[in-house]
């Protein structure tokens, strides 16, 4: 008799155990479709701010130093440049594939020559020729006594910069392989987010 009611019981517990998860699942999927509502509207908010006003950029190389270093994470504006032109002093990005042997790739240099400039690079020093008036640029952001090597004389056109890197001494940049058209300048660095000991705003030099 006891045999017949352990039997029994046994083949319960599996209906029981059953019930069970079926009721467990039924009380957390209000919880899962909430969780699953939030991701897409946070999909919504986040993804245009991502792939159409801001992204993320990632130094690699020295051409930028001392000012920004190998894995600093910055953030690049792409919205400022819709309705306004790139400044001289500007850290931008852009996209490198004009340059042979570049393709896909993106660089980050400092705007120096805006359209219709004329820039002098010689004895070290960087020129700017501007409706006939010719001015010296004086880099504070660069190390005491860095000399701009190269011997450069370039006509910039309606749409076209000259940029350079803060490393004058190890930057592939303008110098060798001329203007940057504007329709390839993604946007400029806003923020440095990482190293935390290094987080700030990117602000635009005087001259």
Do not use: C, H
């Amino acid at each position: 008799m006891n045999n017949d009611n352990k039997e029994i019981t046994e083949k319960k517990n599996p209906l029981i155990n059953l019930g069970q998860i079926k009721k467990t699942i039924k009380k957390y999927i209000p919880f899962v479709l909430e969780l699953v509502k939030i991701a897409v509207i946070a999909f919504v908010i986040v993804a245009p701010i991502r792939y159409f006003l801001f992204q993320p950029f990632i130094v690699s190389g020295a051409s930028m130093a001392p000012n920004f270093a190998t894995g600093d994470y910055l953030i690049v504006d792409e919205i400022s440049y819709r309705f306004s032109e790139p400044q001289r002093g500007d850290v931008v990005v852009f996209d490198a594939s004009f340059i042979k042997g570049y393709s896909g790739q993106r660089f980050i240099k400092r705007v120096i020559g805006l359209p219709g400039e004329i820039v002098n690079i010689t004895n070290g020093k960087v020129e700017i020729i501007d409706n006939g008036k010719t001015i010296i640029l004086d880099e504070k952001y660069l190390p005491d006594n860095l000399k701009t090597y190269g011997e450069v004389n370039i006509a910039l056109k309606s749409d076209e910069y000259f940029v350079l890197g803060d490393n004058r001494d190890y930057s592939y940049d303008s110098r060798m392989w001329g203007d940057v058209p504007r329709k390839d300048i993604i946007g400029k660095a806003l923020f440095r987010v990482f190293p935390i000991k290094s987080l700030s705003e990117i602000s635009r030099p005087a001259y």
